[in-house]
């Protein structure tokens, strides 16, 4: 589902969410995160809601790995990375997904564009999705080459990390996410 872009520009430096000692989900010096019930207020930050630091930092650190390489190979060809989301707390995907039901009228139409908290890779820190249309192209081309595969066609801008693509390229997509057995649960 289309939303606001919330970027964290993959250009500038030194950028807590690029630099090289950004702490990722596993590193013990990450910062634990408050959810939105401790905090008792609007969706921030901590929740991935926002362009911040939590968003890229508490992505799948071989998957920001992929990232930074590819974002790194794409400036050579002028191309630009903007992470328009990332890791999402549980709470922030709950809102995303009640926003979709609202705007699609159901939750089985919601489904085609927004996971539940339990399935959502974004949960998980295992998928990022990419802005403008010209680092999505950037990705389509050239993504496998870093692992990094486009999982849905009606989502241009969402990729994952899939490490047996660098060598087979990425796997065939799923029509949408009522496809993906992953989302079955």
Known sequence: M??????????HEPRPAISADTPSKSSSTAAPHASRSERRGALGETD????????????????????????????????????????????YQNQLLREAIFTYGSEDEAARWVATAATSPH?????????????TAWLAKH????????????????????PKAIDDGCPSMYANPTQD?????
């Not at 930092?57 to 400036?75: E, G, S």
């Not at 998980?124 to 680092?135: E, Q, R, T, W």
């Not at 993504?143 to 899939?162: D, F, K, S, V």
Request: overall charge negative.
């Open 143 to 162: 993504g496998a080459e870093y692992g990094l595969c486009q999982i849905y066609p009606n989502e241009p801008w969402h990729y994952e990390l899939r």
């Open 2 to 11: 289309p939303t606001t872009p919330r970027c964290v520009d993959w250009r």
């Open 181 to 185: 057995p992953r989302m079955q649960q």
């Open 48 to 91: 991935g809601a926002v362009p911040a630091i939590p968003a890229v930092a508490n992505l799948d650190p071989d998957l920001l790995k992929a990232l930074r390489h590819a974002a790194t190979a794409a400036a050579d060809d002028n191309v630009t990375f903007y992470v328009n989301s990332g890791w999402r707390s549980p709470d």
């Open 123 to 135: 949960v998980k820190g295992d998928a990022v999705d990419i802005g403008h249309s010209d680092a």
